[in-house]
């Protein structure tokens, strides 16, 4: 008789796992750095629980926003929000599948142990950004966010002359603060969970007075999605408590 139960309980078991594995989908997915560092720990916990495999593009959000328009097909976003409204606006992503996450403030970044200049005002930044040796921030012919914004800002301090010999890109789709590691920057601006993201790199604050900024995740699932409903699962799980944990942990708020 106890032999009897044992093969019916692996067998059973063999039954789940078949059904497990044909309800399993591979998940391609367009995601923004903004988010890649917690996304990186929150994949392997999606997959592990829904069986599901995700197939991640890496890249900045304006970048993935003109590939949809232009006719690219992924399942699920991972985008600014105002990328998924227009892109909700254009018919690109499913009524009633869009949401937001977490949201994060810009910042200001050094090399841990280093000189921390001035940001408390906007003139003191501004000072300071000019006695820099090397500036870094997204190169903002890329779309990224952080890199487009930072640089109306300095055009708009009337100092972009003065620090185009020292303005640092990272590679595209990388985080500015590894140019404070590699020496060649002592001043980094990006999102703060992208300057915490390198090890090595302290933030200061955030960007001061009216120069403040804060930019909010958002995800949806593409129209004709071909996996629509794994797509629909993990733009969930994003907004879980067991998700929203890592992502305060690394540094966002919630939206």
């Given amino acids: ?3 009897l139960i044992v093969r019916l309980v692996a067998f059973l078991a063999l039954i789940l796992a078949q059904v497990s594995w044909a309800n399993a989908a591979e998940v391609k997915v367009f995601s923004t750095i903004g988010v890649k560092s917690v996304l990186e ?4 916990k999606f997959e592990k629980s829904s069986g599901h495999k995700l197939n991640v593009t890496w890249s900045t959000a304006a970048l993935l926003t003109k590939r949809v328009e232009s006719g690219e097909q992924a399942d699920a976003l991972i985008l600014i929000r105002s990328n998924v409204e227009t892109l909700l606006k254009a018919g690109k992503i499913a009524p009633g599948t869009a949401t937001t996450f977490g949201q994060s403030i810009f910042a200001i ?9 001035d940001i408390s005002t906007p003139e003191a930044f501004k000072n300071s950004l000019l006695a820099a040796k090397g500036v870094s921030y997204s190169n903002p012919a890329s779309g990224g966010a952080s890199g487009v914004y930072i640089s109306k800002q300095i055009d708009k301090m009337g100092i972009a002359e003065q620090l185009k010999g020292k303005t640092k890109f990272p590679p595209s789709g990388g985080f500015s603060g590894t140019l404070l590691i590699s020496g060649d920057a002592d001043i980094a ?31 949806g699932v593409q129209s004709d999605a071909s996996q629509s409903e794994a797509a629909k699962a993990w733009v969930e799980f994003l907004k879980s ?15």
Avoid: C, N, R
């Fill in 1 to 3: 008789m106890a032999t």
């Fill in 241 to 255: 408590p067991e998700a929203q944990a890592v992502f305060k942990a690394k540094g966002y708020d919630p939206a």
């Fill in 109 to 117: 970044g050094i090399k841990s142990g280093g000189p921390k200049p």
């Fill in 189 to 219: 601006i990006q999102s703060k969970p992208e300057l915490l993201s390198v090890p090595g790199v302290e933030v200061l604050g955030p960007l001061p007075g009216e120069l403040a900024f804060t930019v909010i995740y958002a995800g």
């Fill in 41 to 44: 720990e929150l994949i392997p």
